[in-house]
């Protein structure tokens, strides 16, 4: 691997969900902008199925024309991984429970991620600014990171009392979170009140959901400073989110705007 991957920029999507939606959209992205890449289409995200993806993209002498690899990579195995292969560029979605008769403890999954990824602080980070596991990554680290996150104002939220099932209790100091808004899940506008640890600002953000469809939606987003609608081709909140990872992964990559807004699938 560390051969076959020699002079590729490598990028990494991981977490629990929207590892493929993701993937893919940064896979448009990269087309556009003509890049020559591999990619494990497949969904093969176990150690297996990335190797297997390096072999099938050289020749014979181990060489391969691809500038760019983009990996989607299970979260159990993204530290195996990172022993033979360093992503410079990480994006991470979230973490949730779904995973848990695999993992076991969710915090588990999280510490994985984190340690794996400890020892190379040239990565650029990609992070879910609202969900507050996510977000500790880059609290924790001193890697270049690039939160990316949904706004208050995007939504009009129901903000009555709620009971989130993951990430209940702050990572530092026990406390419960408070929240100033929630989008689904434990995602949203997290505190502390005991520690201070809170929701980052985000770099890349929807301002507005203008319009929810069956088979698509259309947001306001801030990327750069730059504020651009964009038609995502895909229903739904997670997938809102997916499209942010995907454009603040580009926009680390220093993509142009326009290049990436259009291209969610």
Do not use: W
Not at 166 to 190: M, P, Q, S, T, W
Not at 233 to 243: D, E, F, I, T
Request: glycine content about 6%; some cysteine; aromatic content about 10%.
């Amino acid at each position: 691997m560390k051969e076959l991957s020699c002079g590729l920029k490598v990028i990494m999507v991981t977490g629990t969900n929207g590892k493929t939606t993701t993937s893919r959209i940064i896979e448009r992205i990269l087309q556009e902008n003509g890049s020559s890449y591999i990619t494990n289409k497949s969904g093969a995200n176990l150690v297996n199925g990335v190797i297997t993806t390096f072999i099938e993209a050289v020749d014979f002498s181990g060489k391969s024309n691809a500038d760019t690899a983009l990996i989607e990579i299970d979260e159990a195995a993204f530290g195996k991984i990172c022993n033979v292969l360093v992503p410079d560029v990480l994006v991470v979605t979230n973490f949730f429970r779904d995973q848990l008769d695999r993992y076991g403890e969710l915090y588990g999954t999280l510490r994985l991620v984190r340690e794996a990824i400890t020892p190379f602080d040239k990565t650029k980070l990609i992070l879910n600014a609202d969900d507050s596991l996510c977000a500790s990554i880059g609290k924790e680290l001193n890697n270049e990171v690039i939160f990316y996150g949904i706004e208050k104002e995007a939504l009009d939220l129901n903000n009555e009392t709620f009971t989130p099932a993951d990430a209940v209790f702050c990572l530092y100091c026990k406390n419960r979170y408070e929240y100033d808004y929630h989008i689904y899940g434990h995602l949203g506008g997290f505190n502390c009140p005991n520690c201070g640890y809170k929701r980052p600002i985000p770099d890349v953000f929807c301002t507005a959901i203008t319009e929810f469809a069956e088979t698509y939606t259309i947001v306001d987003m801030s990327l750069n400073d730059k504020s651009v609608s964009a038609k995502i081709n895909l229903p739904g909140l997670y997938n809102v989110y997916n499209a942010l990872a995907a454009a603040a992964c580009c926009d680390a990559l220093e993509l142009p705007i326009q290049n990436i807004v259009n291209c969610f699938i």
